[in-house]
Each structure stands twice: as structure tokens, then as C-alpha cells.
């Protein structure tokens, strides 16, 4: 917010996480606290608004003489995309959007979305079933341990050539995909 950039935020590895504690927040989580606080306080000003104007402007005297390209963005500013392909199945290319409500808003108003076309009607109800039964948490379990197990065998390897001579070291990864 601070800084008036947006953040684009690929968080589908929060759920590949084998480690003790809890992960750690969604960057989409800051934002709520803002949209929460909006609902009390009324919209914000400025290019966090998503008028549904495009605000792009052809030179730096332009924009400034419009007061909106050179304001600091206040509000809505991180846009969490997560995509199935990493936890399911390769090449499912169905996914899902976390924002404040604001940016939403803007994003489901495009034409793609309204008239239905491009969202992989199939796969998506294979998805729900999968959601709907648990199957997918299930699944996403399964892929921890098997993470966990294969980061453990690769840390015994290196640890193993660290015995031999291999002067190297590394810090064993206590979960996390990343």
C-alpha cells in the first residue's frame, strides 16, 4: 500500500506445506483487513478504486495533469492466483482468483467471464466433486508426505556426500514446497 504497486501473488504452494507450525499467511490475507475497513469507512480514493477506466496514459505530463497515474494507490492491491496444476494434475489449467472484493469486481465484469466462454466447464465439475468429497485435501496430504519424504532423502544424500569430503553446506528444509 505504501508504496502504490500492485502484488501478483502465485500462492498455491501455502497448501504444500509439511512443516510443524503454520505457513505463513496468504498475501491475499493483508487485503481483507482493508476491505473490511473500507465497508466501514466508504471507498477510497485514487487508482484503487477500479472504476473499470483504463488509466494508462500516453506521457508522464498527461498523467499528472489527470492526478491519477502519479497518485500512491490506497486499498486493494494483491491479486493471489492459484492454479490447480500444481496440486492435481499437470496441464488441468483451472485455477482460482483471492482478492479484495474491489479488484473482483473489476476482473468478473470482463467479457471472458460473462458470456461463460473459456472456463473449462468439464474440468470444473470434475474440481467440485473433488472439493465436495474431500478427495482434494486427501490428495493435497498425500503430496506432503511424499514431498516431506523425497526433501528427506535428498538432505540424507547430501549429508552423505558431506561425510565423503564434499565440503559444502545447507540448511534441511523443515516444509514447505519452497
Given at each position: 500500500h505504501t508504496h502504490g504497486f500492485f502484488i501478483l501473488a502465485d500462492e498455491v504452494y501455502q497448501f504444500l506445506d509439511w512443516s510443524e507450525g503454520s505457513p505463513p499467511p496468504r498475501m491475499a490475507s493483508y487485503d481483507v483487513a482493508d476491505a473490511q475497513a473500507?465497508?466501514?469507512?466508504?471507498?477510497?480514493?485514487?487508482?484503487?478504486?477500479?472504476?473499470?477506466?483504463?488509466?494508462?496514459?500516453?506521457?508522464?505530463e498527461e498523467a499528472a495533469s489527470a492526478g491519477a497515474a502519479l497518485e500512491p494507490r490506497r486499498g486493494a492491491c494483491v491479486l493471489s492466483i492459484s492454479s490447480l496444476t500444481k496440486i492435481l494434475a499437470p496441464g488441468v489449467r483451472l485455477g482460482w482468483i483471492e482478492a479484495n472484493p474491489r479488484i473482483l469486481k473489476y476482473m468478473v465484469e470482463r467479457g471472458f467471464v460473462i458470456i461463460g466462454g473459456g472456463l473449462a466447464p468439464v474440468m470444473s465439475e470434475v474440481v467440485a466433486r473433488a472439493l465436495d468429497s474431500g478427495w482434494l485435501w486427501t490428495h493435497v496430504e498425500r503430496l506432503c508426505a511424499v514431498y516431506s519424504a523425497r526433501a528427506s532423502a535428498l538432505c540424507a544424500a547430501c549429508e552423505a556426500e558431506a561425510a565423503n569430503g564434499v565440503a559444502w553446506t545447507f540448511v534441511r528444509p523443515s516444509g514447505g514446497f519452497f
Open positions: 473500507e465497508a466501514e469507512a466508504g471507498p477510497s480514493s485514487g487508482l484503487g478504486d477500479f472504476d473499470g477506466e483504463d488509466h494508462a496514459y500516453d506521457d508522464k
